[in-house]
Each structure stands twice: as C-alpha cells, then as structure tokens.
C-alpha cells in the first residue's frame, strides 16, 4: 500500500476547501526563497541536446567553489533524489534520525528494508550504521557545529548531514573542513535560490559513495537547463551575499509580526520560522482564510511554520492577516 507523505508546498488542497486560484495566493508552506535568483538566458542546446560531460564537470567545479570546498561533488535532481538512494550505500541495518524532521528520511529506508528508528538527542545516533541530522533542522533550526558533527561520525557507521538550508548559515556547514570518510553531506539548490522546479541537488562525500549512487541514479540526472542555471547561481556570490542579509532581516520582522499575533518564535532557520500557537490547524485556516498557505504537522498540535514572503505586497496581505 502506498504511505501518503505528510509535505508542504501542494496548493490543491487550500484551494479546494477555501477557494481562489494558484496566481491568488502566498504559498508560505514551503522554506523556498520567494524572491528567486533570476534566470539566465540558456542556449538552445540546454533543451535541444542531451545534457554532456563538459557542461555535468563544469557545474561540479562551480559547486565545489560556490560551497567552499574540495569535496567530491555529485550534481542529482534535487535532494530528494539522493534521499531515495542513500539508502543502498550500505547494507541494511540499524538507521536512526535525529528528529522530528523532513519525513522522506524514514520513508525510504523503511521502503528498502532498513530499520529506522527516530532519537530526539544527538547522542543517541552513536552505534547506528546510519545516522542521518538535517543541520539546521527542518522544522525547528535545530544546530549542530562542524565540531561536533565530525566527533560523531567516528562513534557512526555511515553519517548523513543534510545540509539544505545551510546556506544562509555556512558557519554551520562541514563543506569548508576536512572530510571524513563515512560522512556524507546533501545540499539543496532550490531552496535557497527559490528555484524548486529545476530539480538540483547535490551530494558531497567519499568518491566511492558517489559513483555508487551516479551508476543507480543512471545517465543524464541532470537536466541541460538545470546545469546551465545551476552553475549561473552558485558562481554569483553578490547574490549569495545579499540574499543572506536580506533573508536575515526578514526572518526578524516575521517573528514581530506573529508575536503581535500572540505567536510564538520557538525556531526555524533564514527561509523559514517556526511558532507556537494555541491550534495549529485554527492558525492555519486563519491564513488559509486570506488565502496564504502555512504549514502544520501530525505529530504536533502547537507548531505552525511560515516561510517568508517575498515583497512588501506579500508582507503586507501576512500583517493584515495576524492582526
């Protein structure tokens, strides 16, 4: 029988039950930059011709630069598409997740056989032969330093960071340091860059790991238009830079405008925030009601997170809709 997954992101729903068009509403369910990085212009061979060598080497050199490091570097699409193949790096045994997190995790381990288990202390991801922290967290901003990350991956077998909103926190990324061998580190592309649709991720580890999942993700993984667009933004380091600033701003001014609303700030990162409300699901259907789609979870009746919005226009539909 197929799990139905719990995700933001899918307006279907919201407007099936408070009405309205895709153009009319502020999609804040999702931690994806809602002001994007704009899009080059592509050659017409991106979409004519099958995604070459050249260009797959190209955006793996860009990325190593981009991330600040040395890494061996494997472009996929998207992280979740990592996610589905992590789980054949190793052969099945004891997996555990810092959590709550992203809920794709134990999914597909539980989909490929492995035993999953979720700890809510960091510690107890010692002994596993997988061990799996999303840094900073989704949905609470949980951290952990680079320090600390590596000291456990000499208690783990097989370490994955997830490192998909860590980029407007790199203090916080093990790119930059020495690699130690068992860890591997996912990093998203479409959060950050509010581009979710190009489908691009990458995976940073041991190259041995890497080319066992390029043989299971198979040829052409990465379409033309998302190596060309791909390599455009993490070489432009002006817009990294400014968007870093402006998000940092931006998540301030969310948390006043929900504590105005009696909410209140217990964590998120620079795409989104996290707060804790008296119904979850009433805060939503609030939102819902001025037709801005937020997120709520099945294991919490309290947490409702908000990703932010991208133009005076957006912020000002939010404050109407708190007050």
Known sequence: ??????????????????????????????????????????????????????????LKDTAQAGFHTRWPVLPLAGAQA???LLPHLAPRGQARILGPTYNEYAAALAD?????????????????????VVNPNNPD??????????????????????????????????????????VIVLRSFGKFYGLAGVRLGFVLGDAA??????????????????????RAA????DWTARSIARLRQDGVRADALAARAGWRPVGGTALF?????????????????????SRIFPYSGCWLRL?????????????????
Request: aromatic share 6%; glycine share 10%; hydrophobic share 45%.
């Open 209 to 230: 790991h890497l080319a066992r999942m390029a043989a299971r993700a198979g040829p052409w993984a990465v379409s033309g238009p998302a190596l060309e667009i791909g």
């Open 141 to 182: 901003g949980r951290t952990h330093s680079p320090d600390a990350l590596r000291a456990l991956s000499a208690k783990t077998g097989l370490l994955v960071v997830d490192e998909s909103f860590a980029d407007a926190h790199p203090d916080l990324s093990l790119l930059p340091g020495t690699r130690p061998e068992n």
């Open 273 to 293: 925030r996290l707060f804790e409300v008296p119904d979850a699901t009433a805060a939503r259907d609030r939102l819902a009601a001025a037709h801005i789609w």
């Open 82 to 84: 990592a996610i589905q």
């Open 112 to 132: 490929a056989g492995w035993q999953a288990t979720q700890v809510s202390d960091v510690a107890a991801l010692a002994g596993a032969d997988l061990a799996i």
């Open 234 to 237: 993490l070489a432009d380091q």
């Open 307 to 323: 990703g932010l919005p991208g133009t005076e226009a957006e912020w000002s539909r939010l404050a109407a809709a708190l007050d």
């Open 1 to 58: 029988m197929t799990r139905i997954r719990d995700h933001g992101g899918d307006l279907g729903a919201a407007i099936a039950r408070f009405g309205g068009t895709p153009e009319g509403w502020i999609d804040l369910s999702t931690g994806i930059n809602r002001v994007p990085f704009p899009l080059p212009g592509l050659p017409a061979s991106a979409w004519r011709d099958l995604p070459g060598q050249a260009s797959l080497e190209a």
